[in-house]
C-alpha cells in the first residue's frame, strides 16, 4: 500500500472504520472486476478517497453496498464493500496514475528497471494500465487524458526547473490531475455545485502529496543524486512546511464550501488524518505556527543544557543552567562527579580508564558490559548488516509481509529486500486521542485554523 492519507485503524471509531475498510476494499476488487488481478496491485490509500468523496455527497444506499468473501487482509473474514461508480473511478484513477509511476521509474532507471528486458516488460505494463483506466474513464464519463497529460508536463517542467524556480510550478501537473478527479465525483454524485470546491481541494491535496513524496524522499535522493524538486529549486524546508499548511487550511475551508450527505469521514481524513500525514513527513507533531511547533520555529534557547529544544519549564530559567551545583566548585573536581582531576572514579585512579562510562571503562566502549567489550566471535565489536535477500527471495518475502499486514500494522519488521528496519504506517497511532473520528459538527479543532 501507498498513498499519504495513511490512518490507524485505532484513532477511527468503530463505524469510520468499517467505512474506510470498504472503500478501500471496494478500490481493491473494482481493480479485479475491471482490470484483473494483476491491478490489484495498484491499490493505494490516496486513491479510495476518490470513492470515499462520491458516497460522502450520495449517502450510503443499499445498491453501494455488497458483502465481498474472505479475504486474507481481513483474516478470512468476510466484510461489507463499497461498489459503484466512485469505487470505478478510483480504479481507473489508481490505474493512469500508477502507471505514470512506472514510466517515471524506467526514464530514471531506478534499479531493476535499469535492465532493458525488465524495463521493456515495465513499459508494457504501464501501456495497458493507461489503456485500462481510459476505457474505465469513459464509461463513467471522465476523460484521462487530462492526468495522462499532466504526467507529461511533469518531465519537461521538472528539465527546465533550477535555483530559484517557484516550487509550485513544478507541483502544478499533480494539482491538476488531482482537481480533476476530485471535481469528476461532484459530477457522478449529481450535485454540480460541488465540482468548484471539490477541484480546489483536489488542487491543495495534489500539492500536499507531491510536497509530502518530495520532503520524504529528499535525503534518499541527496544520496543517489536523483532529481528532488526541493533541492533543484533551493526551497527549504521550513518554507515546504508553510506551503504544507497553507494547502491544509485551504483543503478545510473548501470542504465547507461543499455539500455533503454524510461527510465525517471526508472530513477525518482530510482535515485529521492529512495534518498527521504533513506532522509524520516533517518528524513534528504539530503546526510550525504554534507556540509548540516544530524546533526550527523558536530556535535554540539561552542556558538550556539539553539544546536547541523548544521552550518549556527548563528553558531561559533552567535550574541546572549558570549555577550548575556540579560546576566548579564540586568537591569532585572537573565539574563532573565522574569525570577526571580528584574524582575518585575519574582519571589516572581509575583502573578502568577514563570513567565509568568512558572508554575502557566498565558500560564504555571497549569495557566490561560496553559495545566492542567482547570479541567479534563472542557478540562483541560493530554489528554486522544482515546481506540483502535477492529477488526471488524478496518477492517472497514481500508476498508474506503484505498477506500478513505487517507492512501495514507492524511497529518494525525487516524489509523484504534489503532487510533494512522498517516502520509500519500505523506506527504513530496515538490511541488515546480518538482521531477526532466522532467530531460530529466538528469546526475543526486543528491548531492551526486562525493562522
Same mark, same amino acid.
Given at each position: 500500500m501507498f498513498?499519504i492519507v495513511?490512518?490507524?485503524?485505532h484513532?477511527?471509531t #468503530? ?7 470498504a472503500?478501500?476494499c ?12 494483476f491491478a *490489484?496491485?495498484?491499490t ?7 470513492s470515499?468523496? +462520491?458516497?460522502?455527497?450520495t449517502g450510503?444506499t443499499?445498491?453501494?453496498?455488497? +458483502?465481498a ?11 461489507p ?6 469505487? *470505478?473511478?478510483?480504479a481507473a484513477?489508481?490505474?493512469?496514475? =500508477?502507471?505514470?509511476?512506472?514510466r517515471d521509474?524506467v526514464?530514471d532507471r531506478?534499479?531493476l528497471?535499469? *535492465?532493458r ?6 513499459r ?7 489503456r485500462a483506466?481510459?476505457?474505465?474513464g469513459?464509461n ?5 487524458a487530462?492526468l495522462v497529460d499532466a504526467?507529461?508536463r511533469q518531465?519537461?517542467?521538472?528539465a527546465l526547473a533550477?535555483? %530559484? ?6 507541483t502544478?501537473p499533480t494539482e +491538476?490531475?488531482?482537481a480533476?478527479a476530485?471535481a469528476?465525483?461532484a459530477?457522478?454524485?449529481? *450535485?454540480?455545485?460541488?465540482? =468548484?470546491?471539490?477541484?480546489?481541494a ?7 502529496a507531491?510536497?509530502?513524496d518530495?520532503v ?8 543517489t543524486g536523483?532529481w528532488n ?5 533551493g ?5 515546504a512546511?508553510r ?5 491544509l487550511h ?6 465547507k464550501?461543499?455539500?455533503?450527505a ?7 481524513l482530510? =482535515?485529521h488524518? $492529512?495534518? +498527521? ?6 518528524g513534528?507533531?504539530g503546526c510550525s ?7 526550527a520555529?523558536h530556535g535554540?534557547?539561552? &542556558?538550556?543544557?539539553?539544546?536547541e ?13 549558570a549555577?550548575?551545583?556540579y ?11 565522574? %569525570? ?5 572514579y575519574?582519571g ?5 580508564g577514563?570513567g565509568?562510562m568512558?572508554?575502557g %571503562?566498565?558500560g564504555?566502549?571497549?569495557g566490561p ?7 567479534p566471535?563472542f ?20 508476498t508474506? $509481509?503484505f498477506?500478513?499486514?505487517?507492512? /501495514? @500494522?507492524?511497529k518494525k519488521?525487516?524489509?523484504?529486500w534489503?532487510r533494512?528496519?522498517?516502520?509500519? @504506517?500505523?506506527?504513530? @497511532?496515538d @490511541? !488515546?486521542?480518538? &482521531?477526532?473520528g !466522532? /467530531?460530529?459538527g /466538528? #469546526? /475543526?479543532c486543528c491548531p492551526?485554523d486562525?493562522c
Open positions: 498513498g495513511r490512518p490507524c485503524t484513532r477511527l #468503530d463505524g469510520l472504520k468499517t467505512e474506510w475498510m472503500h478501500l471496494g478500490l481493491c476488487l473494482a481493480l479485479r472486476a475491471d482490470h484483473g488481478q *490489484r496491485i495498484v493505494n490509500y490516496d486513491g479510495l478517497i476518490v470515499v468523496l +462520491t458516497e460522502a455527497q450510503v443499499e445498491a453501494g453496498r455488497r +458483502t468473501g474472505p479475504c486474507a487482509l481481513r483474516a478470512m473474514r468476510t466484510a464493500v463499497a461498489r459503484g461508480e466512485g469505487a *470505478r473511478l478510483a484513477v489508481s490505474l493512469v496514475l =500508477a502507471s505514470a509511476k512506472v521509474h526514464a531506478d534499479g528497471l535499469a *535492465r528486458p525488465v524495463a521493456a516488460a515495465a508494457r505494463v504501464a501501456r495497458s494500465w493507461d483506466g481510459a476505457r474505465t469513459r463513467l464519463g471522465f476523460d484521462t487530462v504526467v507529461d518531465t519537461g517542467i521538472e533550477g535555483p %530559484g524556480t517557484s516550487l509550485l510550478a513544478v502544478e +491538476t490531475a488531482t480533476a476530485f469528476h465525483t459530477v457522478l454524485a449529481g *450535485r454540480p455545485g460541488n465540482a =468548484a470546491p471539490l477541484a480546489e483536489g488542487r491543495l491535496f495534489g500539492r500536499l507531491h510536497l509530502l518530495a520524504e524522499d529528499q535525503a534518499a535522493d541527496a544520496e536523483a524538486p526541493l533541492t533543484t529549486t526551497t527549504s524546508r521550513a518554507e512546511r506551503l504544507a499548511d497553507d494547502a485551504g483543503i478545510r475551508l473548501a470542504l464550501d461543499a455539500e455533503f454524510d461527510g465525517r469521514l471526508v472530513h477525518v482530510l =482535515a488524518e $492529512l495534518r +498527521t500525514s504533513v506532522d509524520r513527513a516533517f513534528t507533531t505556527h504554534g507556540a509548540g511547533g516544530v524546533q520555529a535554540p534557547v539561552p &542556558g538550556n543544557p539539553y539544546g529544544q523548544p521552550p518549556g519549564p527548563y528553558g531561559a530559567q533552567n535550574p541546572y543552567g549555577q550548575n551545583p560546576g566548579s566548585q564540586n568537591p569532585y573536581g572537573g565539574g563532573n562527579p565522574y %569525570g577526571g582531576g580528584g574524582s575518585p575519574g589516572g585512579g581509575n583502573p578502568y577514563g565509568p568512558g572508554p %571503562g566498565p564504555g566502549p571497549g558490559g560496553g559495545p566492542g567489550g567482547l570479541p566471535q557478540g562483541g565489536g560493530a554489528p554486522q548488516a544482515p546481506k540483502p535477500r535477492g529477488f526471488l527471495a524478496g518477492c517472497a518475502m514481500f508474506w $509481509l498477506c500478513t499486514c505487517q507492512i /501495514c @500494522c507492524a519488521y525487516e524489509g523484504p534489503s533494512k528496519k522498517r516502520e509500519g @504506517c500505523c506506527r504513530d @497511532c @490511541c !488515546g486521542d480518538g &482521531g477526532c !466522532g /467530531c460530529d /466538528c #469546526d /475543526c492551526c486562525g
